[in-house]
């Protein structure tokens, strides 16, 4: 069982950075791929960034390409991401996922989210 705990979301307006954390625990955190999701009012959860799990490797959704920035830290369990040149429409809730695939099955945990909201 992994817990998974968002900070570091708030106000910020256009154009403004903000800077997420997901702190995990109970489990081994480098065994795991992390990504980050997010959910506008109204509208269905969607992929934001994916971090491999020896952070390695990323990939974006084309919407946040060249703003956002995933990176991790094994040694603190922690995976993060930057978020520069935001605009209105990253508002949203912003959940980050740890995923592990064992042969025969998958582990995925969700946290609870931390609200980000860009407005002027």
């Known amino acids: 069982q992994v817990q998974l705990v968002e900070s570091g979301g708030g106000l910020v307006q256009p154009g403004g950075s903000l800077r997420l954390s997901c702190a995990a625990s109970?489990?081994?955190?480098?065994?795991?791929?992390m990504s980050w999701y997010r959910q506008a009012p109204g509208k269905e959860r969607e992929f934001v960034a994916v971090?491999?799990?020896?952070?390695?490797?990323?990939n974006y959704a084309d919407s946040v390409k060249g703003r956002f920035t995933i990176s991790r830290d094994n040694a603190k369990n922690t995976v993060n991401l930057q978020m520069d040149s935001m605009k209105f429409e990253d508002t949203g809730a912003y959940y980050c996922k740890a995923r592990r695939v064992v042969p025969g099955w998958a582990y995925e945990y969700w946290g609870r989210g931390t609200q980000v909201t860009v407005s002027s």
């Open positions: 109970g489990a081994t955190f480098s065994n795991y791929v």
């Open positions: 971090i491999t799990s020896a952070g390695d490797s990323t």
